[in-house]
Nanobody, 123 residues
């Protein structure tokens, strides 16, 4: 069972940027397709971005395309989410998880949910 530790969340005004990091407890090279999901207050978890095992392919939710960029450094067992031009609707707890997410985002198909990191976008 792999464990992920997310960090980098915070409070920013609309239009601001944050970079989230997710460190895995074991090497993630070749093994895991990894996604970022988020959960806003009172809402269900939704997929945001997904990266393939080598980092060359990515899948993004329509709501974040052009604003968020997912990347990974397998040597460091770390996945990143660069978030630019943040909007209030991006507020939520962000989780890093592994599973199938390169075609569609289904929270129940993802594994090993951690504690997440809170992102708040507010003026």
């Amino acid at each position: 069972q792999v464990q992920f530790v997310e960090s980098g969340g915070g409070s920013v005004p609309p239009g601001g940027s944050l970079r989230l990091s997710c460190v895995a407890s074991e090497r993630i090279t070749h093994y895991y397709t990894i996604g970022w999901f988020r959960q806003a207050p009172g809402k269900e978890r939704e997929g945001v971005a997904c990266t393939g095992t080598n980092g060359f392919r990515a899948n993004y939710a329509d709501s974040v395309k052009g604003r968020f960029t997912i990347s990974r450094d397998n040597a460091k067992a770390t996945v990143y989410l660069q978030m630019d031009n943040l909007k209030p609707e991006d507020t939520g707890v962000y989780y890093c998880v592994w599973g199938s997410c390169m075609e569609v985002f289904i929270a129940d198909a993802m594994n090993d949910w951690g504690k997440g990191t809170l992102v708040t976008v507010s003026s």
